[in-house]
């Protein structure tokens, strides 16, 4: 029987093996701030959501009914051998929040519901009941049933029109000549479905496009009938376009235009929804300004029958300005906040909460955020300490670590090198320890003792996407730029908004990789074909026999090695196949071997270990540059899935640094990157400048910063208050002359 220690301030870990982690055990304290460090891909995730965090939320859907878990899906215990003193794990992490066009920022904090009550209480005239201010219930706009948009269709973009139904005149996914949808067309008696769509007549061509939907007999069996439009717009239009496979979305981006609603001006409500007001705005205007504006608006009202809702809505209000979000309106869409954005958003919810003693479990929560904002970070997390919970952080910038009550280190490399306990301790110990953090907790990049000299200019002019205020400037060619500036200042807008589309331009950015849970490094970077082919000229086979996707996969679970269930009504449930054992091709195709290993074996090595291993050029070349963007701990075969978006970054740069010389976007490269890898990508994007690129960083990091030629620095702070260019020039100007908040931080890190 296990021994359950009496210590109950501790979180205790015995034995933890899940992913690379090497049978480790630690003791957390509880109702303190521990940070989680250690170079990408060391077992900081592994430990501290993979197990602590997973176990957790496995022991609460243990404590549901059995009905309620079929719903929910049973995680599985992770690989460790005892946990004790857990308690409820709230896991705040980078998921982008989904992007239904339904969702935003309002819906998501309960703000706008707050408002709609507000409304609904002192609005004049009234609307009604609080749902009669929702556009997802009774109050939207009938033209564009709350959306704020409406799509038009380019009929050419998914019809053929030289071809009647049964050749084929549907060109959408999904409509093929012996499919169900086109028998409907066909069977539907409006038209005759071997008549070229020129020939139709008018009326024809109506039934055939718009005809809403009406009852009809398909091979005797009753089935409804709607025009291809109508049934277009249900199956993919109304959808979230996100979370569709990427044929579905590059089909809908081909036709669907979307343009504001002309009834409702894009705000989403009924007309007589928009004479309602508080003093003088309705609560369209109300969603449409600034988070900060909106609370000093409420500010002035003083209306007793509404004081708690007020109140409550102030304070949500308050935390987002507070959390650096005060530049975000709440009609702003969910989907289209950043991964930092969505994980502060998530934050406020907490911040309201009346839970104590809970572990709550931030992964890098710095992302996206200016030394100036972090040092808002830091104070949300040290509340959320006082109030008794646990907090636990992965994190690499020395500015949260330095606030760690304890710090727990892992290493001492990269995945199969990783996995150990390097350190644990307070901040102090661990700078005088001989750890790789500790000896890079106090490194600081110095400024170029010699700037670059620009080649030319990227000039951009009157840019005035989202805040930006006219915003004229001239990028240096030829140079390292660092484009900076606190949360919301307008970097991206600037950027993207005026460069991205430019030719000769390659943005490198941290969105995800279209693909399947097929795709992993290898596929992507092209890197399997010199492996398939080095295989197969080792074994006199073809080399087809080596793809998962093709002839050499498994049949029982067609190469991915995971069969999912799809349980219908309730959760899908993945388990490894059992006739492969998860290595995904056939057991004939892993007797092949290339010097010693077969194919499941090579594409189970990290890149580090595929380099030594490949003598082939071209697939050495690409290797070599997984290993210079600092993925060298990536498996060959890892799931893209299972990739966060710092990873993505670097993979995608490591594909485009083959192309020829080119301006390069980056969007926070030091994502997920430990204070020693950071010198490596500085070097890396030292030699893509030497090499006669341009290299453009969106950046937070001061190593970055200091490392620049060119600095242009936004703000003065965001959102409304943002969108000017506040400086620009050499690094070494702006700490010697500038007093902008970027000015003053970089003073402090390169000590002038």
Not at 445 to 463: N, S, Y
Not at 590 to 601: A, K, P
Request: hydrophobic fraction near 40%; charge should be negative.
């Amino acid at each position: 029987m296990t021994h359950i220690a009496d210590n109950h301030d501790v979180i205790q870990v015995r034995g933890a093996r899940e992913n690379n982690l090497r049978d480790v055990s630690l003791d957390l304290p509880k109702r303190r701030l521990t940070v989680f460090t250690g170079v990408s891909g060391s077992g900081k995730s592994s430990l501290v959501f993979g197990t602590i965090a997973a176990e957790s939320q496995r022991m609460i859907n243990e404590t549901y009914s059995a009905f309620l878990q079929s719903f929910m899906g049973s995680p599985s215990r992770p690989d460790v051998d005892a946990l004790h003193n857990l308690s409820a794990a709230i896991v705040v992490d980078q998921e982008r929040m989904g992007a239904n066009a339904r969702s935003t920022l309002g819906t998501a904090t309960d703000a706008y519901t707050l408002l709609r009550i507000l409304f609904s209480r002192i609005g004049v005239p009234s609307a009604g009941s609080a749902m009669a201010y929702s556009f997802n219930a009774e109050g939207m706009c009938p033209a564009c049933e709350g959306l704020g948009k409406v799509s038009s269709i380019d009929v050419d973009g998914m019809v053929d029109r030289t071809r009647s139904i049964n050749e084929g005149a549907i060109t959408a996914p999904n409509f093929s000549v012996d499919g169900w949808y086109v028998k409907g067309f066909a069977e539907s008696g409006f038209f005759d479905p071997d008549k070229p769509l020129t020939d139709f007549t008018e009326q024809e061509w109506q039934d055939f496009l718009h005809r809403p939907a009406t009852k009809i007999k398909v091979n005797g069996i009753n089935t409804s009938y709607e025009g291809l439009v109508v049934k277009i717009q249900r199956m993919y239009l109304s959808k979230d376009r996100e979370a569709a496979q990427p044929h579905i979305k590059a089909f809908i981006d081909r036709i669907a235009t979307f343009a504001q609603c002309g009834e409702c001006k894009g705000s989403r409500l009924r007309p007589d929804v928009l004479e309602s007001r508080i003093d003088g705005r309705n609560i369209a205007e109300c969603s449409a300004m600034q988070v900060s504006d909106l609370a000093t608006f409420l500010a002035e009202i003083r209306e007793p029958s509404v004081g708690p809702v007020l109140t409550t809505l102030r304070h949500t209000l308050d935390s987002l300005v507070e959390i650096g979000l005060g530049y975000l309106s709440l009609d702003r869409e969910s989907g289209t906040l950043s991964g930092g954005e969505a994980q502060r958003v998530k934050m406020v919810r907490h911040l309201g909460s009346a839970l104590t003693d809970v572990t709550y479990v931030f992964d890098e929560p710095t992302i996206g955020l200016h030394p100036h904002d972090i040092r808002r970070m830091n104070n949300l997390l040290q509340r959320l300490r006082d109030k008794g919970n646990t907090v636990l952080v992965v994190e690499h910038k020395p500015e949260t670590i330095a606030i760690a009550d304890h710090v727990v280190d892992l290493g001492p490399g990269a995945g199969p090198a990783g996995g150990q306990i390097q350190f644990e301790g307070t901040v102090d110990e661990l700078r005088a320890s001989d750890t790789l953090t500790g000896r890079h907790l106090d490194h600081r990049v110095a400024l170029r003792p010699a700037f670059r000299e620009p080649t030319g200019q990227l000039t951009i002019t009157g840019a005035t996407l989202h805040n930006l205020k006219d915003v004229s400037v001239d990028v240096p060619l030829g140079v390292l730029t660092v484009v900076t500036g606190v949360a919301g200042s307008g970097k991206s807008s600037l950027i993207h908004g005026s460069l991205a589309k430019r030719e000769g331009v390659v943005v490198v950015d941290q969105s995800a990789i279209r693909g399947s849970r097929r795709s992993n490094p290898a596929t992507y970077t092209g890197l399997l074909d010199p492996i398939r082919a080095a295989f197969a000229k080792a074994n006199g086979v073809k080399p087809a026999l080596f793809s998962a996707n093709s002839e050499g996969a498994c049949p029982n679970c067609k190469g991915i090695g995971l069969v999912y269930m799809d349980l219908a009504m309730m959760a899908g449930v993945a388990s490894v196949c059992e006739k492969c054992e998860g290595k995904r091709f056939t057991p004939q195709v892993l007797e092949y071997r290339l010097r010693g290993r077969n194919i499941f074996e090579v594409l189970s090595m990290p890149v580090t270990e595929a380099r030594d291993f490949f003598t082939e050029k071209a697939a050495r070349a690409v290797l070599d540059r997984l290993s210079d963007v600092g993925l060298g701990y990536l498996s060959l075969g890892q799931p893209l899935t299972t990739l966060s978006g710092g990873e993505r970054q670097r993979l995608k740069l490591a594909i485009r640094m083959a192309e020829a010389a080119a301006t390069y976007i980056l969007d926070e490269p030091t994502t997920g990157l430990h204070l020693a890898d950071v010198d490596q990508l500085l070097a890396l994007l030292d030699r893509l400048v030497d090499a006669g690129n341009t290299v453009i960083v969106i950046e937070h990091h001061q190593a970055v910063m200091a490392h620049a030629d060119w600095i242009i620095d936004l703000g003065p702070g965001a959102g409304a208050d943002g969108g000017r260019v506040v400086f620009t020039g050499t690094p070494s100007d702006l700490v010697s002359v500038s007093e902008t908040l970027t000015a003053k931080h970089l003073r402090e890190y390169v000590g002038k």
